[in-house]
């Protein structure tokens, strides 16, 4: 497999640090630069804690792309950043590939347009472990016949945004197959604002954020005398590193911008 040069935006991060391993590891991968705000004019190998990889570190991603010329951005840091980083890996030719979740549908659709417009591959995936596509291809399955459905998704306490982009994606496809149906007893009040969880075209996405938490996420669906309950779990953030690569290697052969892994999964 030719080489693939990659710069990273947020090295540091918690799945920054994992991202670097995997690209350390990885023979085709080379890391050419990286992006963080307070470490620029060093290399990853001068941060304790990061690999050996002596590549440069920006202090921001404008100036990294006019010095170094990777095929890929990723980008693994907050959804204001993650969406600037983006637009101008796009407008400087660079295939971005975005884990940073938070994005709204407007951003997606400005980004499809820009990438469409530059005929360049990008990947925006909100959850890169493979199992949680799995967790999302079955729900999607499951609301065919299934109409009631609650969703709760449980992160760690450091999360920005809520519902997680997992949530919302699985929300996305569900709406796709399933009746439209507002859920629950159409009397029904909330005592305390917030208690019947987020309304997604009626399906209700309840968010949980407690400290020992990574990512998970339960899709309940009800029905006579019957649940079903399809659950995904990540127990640490290696757990999305075969997604990332995944995505690294196909954002190569595309010229638009995908939105999910399970778009790209065969
Ligand atoms: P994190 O540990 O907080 O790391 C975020 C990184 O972004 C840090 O290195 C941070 O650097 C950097 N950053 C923040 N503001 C910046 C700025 N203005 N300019 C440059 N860098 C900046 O978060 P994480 O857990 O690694 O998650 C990163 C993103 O990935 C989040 O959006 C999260 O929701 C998402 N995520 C996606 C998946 C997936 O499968 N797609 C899985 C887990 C997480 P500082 O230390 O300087 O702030």
């Known amino acids: 497999m030719n080489e693939i040069k990659i710069v990273i935006a947020g090295p540091r991060g918690r799945m920054g640090k994992e991202a670097l391993h995997l690209i350390h590891t990885t023979p085709h991968f080379s890391l050419v630069g990286a992006v963080d705000r307070i470490n620029g004019g ?6 304790e804690g990061l690999p050996a990889l002596d590549a440069p570190i920006y202090e921001d991603l404008e100036t990294c792309l006019q010095q170094v010329k990777p095929d890929v951005l990723l980008d693994l840091t907050t959804p204001e950043i993650g969406r600037k980083h983006t637009k101008l890996a796009l407008e400087y030719g660079v295939r971005p590939v975005v884990g940073t979740t938070g994005f ?16 360049l591959g990008a990947i925006i995936a909100p959850n890169f472990a493979i199992g949680a596509v799995l967790m999302m291809k079955f729900s999607q399955m499951a609301a065919k016949y299934f109409q009631d459905v ?8 450091q999360k920005l945004d809520a519902p997680s982009g997992t949530g919302i994606k699985t929300a996305e ?4 197959v399933r009746e439209k149906k507002q859920q629950g007893h159409p009397d029904e009040k909330e005592h305390i604002t917030g208690a019947r969880g987020a309304d997604f075209e009626g399906i209700r996405l309840h968010s949980v954020r407690l400290p020992g938490l990574i990512a998970h996420q339960e899709v309940l669906f009800g029905g006579d005398g019957q649940t079903l ?3 995904h779990d990540s127990y640490n953030r290696e757990s999305f590193m075969s997604g990332v ?6 954002v190569m052969k595309i ?8 778009n790209i999964m065969e």
Do not use: C, F, P, W
């Not at 709204?104 to 005929?119: I, N």
């Not at 496809?173 to 796709?176: G, R, V």
């Open 42 to 47: 060093k290399l990853i190998s001068d941060i």
């Open 104 to 119: 709204s549908a407007q951003d997606l659709t400005e980004l499809q347009d820009l990438a469409e417009q530059k005929e």
């Open 150 to 157: 609650e969703i709760i998704e449980l992160h760690h306490n």
């Open 173 to 176: 496809m569900i709406a796709e």
């Open 229 to 231: 309950t399809i659950r």
């Open 245 to 250: 690569q995944l995505a690294i290697e196909t």
């Open 255 to 262: 010229d638009l911008l995908v939105y999910g892994l399970e």
